[in-house]
Antibody, heavy 118, light 106 residues
């Protein structure tokens, strides 16, 4: 069965960086893209970006350009999302999701809480 | 940046049909998905490409998209359908979520 298992919760100070991992299993990793979505406490979903697991092509949300990098490791079927220069408003649950079609996410990870606090 | 507008809340009686709208400029020319999210859970895809249902999603869930508005309809609504619903559309190389609608069944 398809599973996306994300890394554990993180607490970071403002200005630091965080790297969240998303290990995929149960399907051929390079055949699908991965989207990253975040959700601040009590708020809605925010699309962060997408990466092709095959070619590593990426699309990022304009507001995160320059601070976010998405990568994949096909040898371990793992996707990564790194966010730099963290601010308090980056506090959120971060989700990875498999895209059955571009930007259509049919399987989601369990979420990773990233807390940014001094 | 592209924006999608949803009503913050919709209420429906059990057994009735709930309709949740999603509005955006020229939305009918884009591909729309709908996600259901229950408290403490990851989102669940319920409609994609405007009206298609993933495997395992009941036929009670249907979608349409025309003009500037997409609609998610849930017929024979059950208490288990209570959740937040988000529309999503994509344009060229970026995607956007609507602000979300809380569906209350009472």
């Amino acid at each position: 069965q398809v599973q996306l298992v994300q890394s554990g919760a993180e607490v970071k100070k403002p200005g630091a960086s965080v790297k969240v991992s998303c290990k995929a299993s149960g399907y051929t990793f390079i055949n699908y893209g991965i989207s990253w979505v975040r959700q601040a406490p009590g708020q809605g979903l925010e699309w962060m970006g997408w990466i092709s697991a095959y070619k590593s092509d990426t699309n990022y949300a304009q507001k995160l350009q320059g601070r976010v990098t998405m990568t994949t490791d096909t040898s371990t079927s793992t996707a990564y999302m790194e966010l730099r220069s963290l601010r308090s408003d980056d506090t959120a649950v971060y989700y990875c999701a498999r895209d059955v079609f571009r930007f259509v996410s049919d399987y989601w990870g369990q979420g990773t809480l990233v807390t940014v606090s001094s | 940046s592209y924006e999608l507008a949803q009503p913050p809340s919709v209420s429906v009686s059990p057994g009735q049909t709930a309709a949740i709208t999603c509005s955006g400029d020229g939305l009918g020319h884009k591909s729309v998905c709908w996600y259901q999210q229950k408290p403490g859970q990851s989102p669940l895809l319920v409609i994609y490409q405007d009206f298609k249902r993933p495997s395992g999603i009941p036929e009670r869930f249907s979608g349409s998209n025309s003009g500037n508005t997409a609609t998610l309809a849930i017929s024979e609504t059950q208490t288990m359908d209570e959740a937040d619903f988000y529309c999503q559309a994509w344009d060229s190389s970026t995607a956007t979520f609507g602000g979300g609608t809380r569906l209350t069944v009472l």
